[in-house]
């Protein structure tokens, strides 16, 4: 399997990779949610934290073209989500307008882009690709 393969059995099995991701991640969220509350992005930061650092791992331990470089790969792109983390940022800032508020929605955009690289290259670098 290639990275780019159409097959049908490997685009079941990206799909199915991706589901598994997505379904750890909204219950990662949830218990997050449970912990801290409504309206924190604490559960998110953690999920894409942890996914780039995976991620990582995953592509500088795996071959190229390798079947579990695949799917991780795609169960942590579904595990992870970028597209949450920003509309949480957006709803965050929206708020009210307050400095606080703005500085929290700022930090966290902050934490979640140099965070996510940074975790991401830790993970190439353990995984010998870095």
């Known amino acids: 399997m290639t990275p780019f393969?159409?097959?049908?059995?490997?685009l079941a099995l990206v799909a199915l990779a991706g589901g598994v991701g997505a379904a750890l991640r909204h219950l990662l969220d949830a218990a997050a949610t449970r912990r801290w509350g409504v309206g924190q992005v604490r559960g998110?930061?953690?999920?894409?934290?942890?996914?780039s650092l995976l991620a990582g791992l995953a592509v500088g331990l795996t071959a190229p073209d390798s079947v579990l470089r695949v799917a991780s790969v795609a169960a942590l792109g579904g595990f992870t989500t970028f597209s949450t983390a920003?509309?949480?940022?957006?709803?965050?800032?929206?708020?009210?307008?307050?400095?606080?508020?703005?500085?929290?929605?700022?930090?966290?955009?902050?934490?979640?882009?140099?965070?996510?690289?940074?975790?991401?290259?830790l993970g190439l670098a353990v995984g010998g690709a870095g």
């Open 5 to 10: 393969d159409l097959t049908p059995s490997s």
């Open 44 to 51: 998110i930061l953690a999920v894409n934290l942890f996914g």
């Open 86 to 121: 920003m509309v949480q940022t957006v709803t965050l800032a929206l708020q009210d307008a307050t400095v606080a508020t703005t500085a929290r929605a700022a930090t966290h955009a902050a934490a979640t882009a140099v965070g996510c690289v940074a975790a991401a290259a």
